[in-house]
């Protein structure tokens, strides 16, 4: 409690300079992002994506010239319990150290500008058409209280006021998992294997946005769509700031 009120000090006596979300140059407004990194995040957007998983495609060899739009793990048959995800970049270069700083590094001055660019992903994208409610991934209790925040939360919130859907807390992390740094999907699978629960909203036959902060090999997001679906949801569809490159 004293350390989130010396930290809501800090914030109001010494505000963060308006600077570009990403690179740090200054802006005359804090939500901006300069030219240079505007173009990086269109960039991202003309680059061919996995029309389910949503990982970026390239560098896979001949993914320019492949008529699929799928990438060969979803299309060999790869299923999962939501109908699609999409992130506002790869997890690379300068957005993948602002994914960093926010999520390690109380960088919580970012949410606002970084909710912006997932608000305009959310806009662009059909798959996110008639979404009615939005879910964090969720933190354990104990790991909220040592960082202090949950960095998703932080992103859900500010994405809902500005696309104005209300945001649930209809899933709750009861388990603590070990880092999933370096490990395959199968390996993630097993370690989020009954680490999520149901926290009593209703969610039956309701469209549901799940937003995180990175989508890796997608067993996070793919662990808690599979247990809004027993709460009964319809369709669930995934939004991060990054996606990896499929390998």
């Given at each position: 409690m004293l350390r989130k009120l010396i930290e809501g000090l800090t914030d109001l006596l010494l505000p963060h300079p308006p600077v570009c979300v990403l690179c740090?140059?200054?802006?005359?407004?804090?939500?901006?992002?300069c030219p240079l990194c505007r173009n990086m995040i269109e960039s991202y957007r003309?680059?061919?994506v996995c029309?389910?998983?949503g990982r970026y495609l390239l560098p896979y060899p001949?993914?320019?010239d492949i008529f699929s739009d799928r990438c060969p793990e979803c299309s060999s048959g790869g299923s999962w319990p939501f109908a699609a995800a999409r992130s506002a970049g790869a997890y690379e270069g300068l957005l993948k150290e602002a994914v960093r700083q926010l999520k390690y590094y109380n960088a919580r001055w970012m949410v606002g500008p970084l909710a912006g660019?997932?608000?305009e992903l959310y806009s662009g994208e059909e798959c996110f058409a008639g979404a009615e409610i939005i879910v964090a991934v969720p933190m354990t209790v104990k790991k909220q209280r040592q960082r202090g925040y949950n960095q998703a939360e932080l992103?859900?919130?500010?994405?809902?006021k500005i696309i104005k859907l209300p945001v649930q807390s209809a899933v709750v992390k009861v388990i603590d998992t070990p880092s999933q740094v370096g490990l395959s999907r199968s390996e993630r699978e097993a370690n989020l294997s009954g680490v999520f629960n149901l926290a009593g909203s209703d969610l039956r036959g309701k469209k549901i946005v799940v937003v995180d902060d990175i989508f890796t090999t997608g067993s996070?997001?793919?662990?808690?769509?599979?247990?809004?679906?027993v709460g009964g949801a319809g369709e669930i569809v995934g939004l991060t700031l990054a996606a990896g490159r499929y390998k």
């Open positions: 740090g140059v200054r802006r005359k407004q804090v939500a901006s992002l003309c680059e061919p029309k389910l998983c001949g993914a320019e660019l997932l608000a992103l859900a919130q500010e994405l809902g996070t997001l793919a662990a808690v769509a599979r247990t809004l679906t």
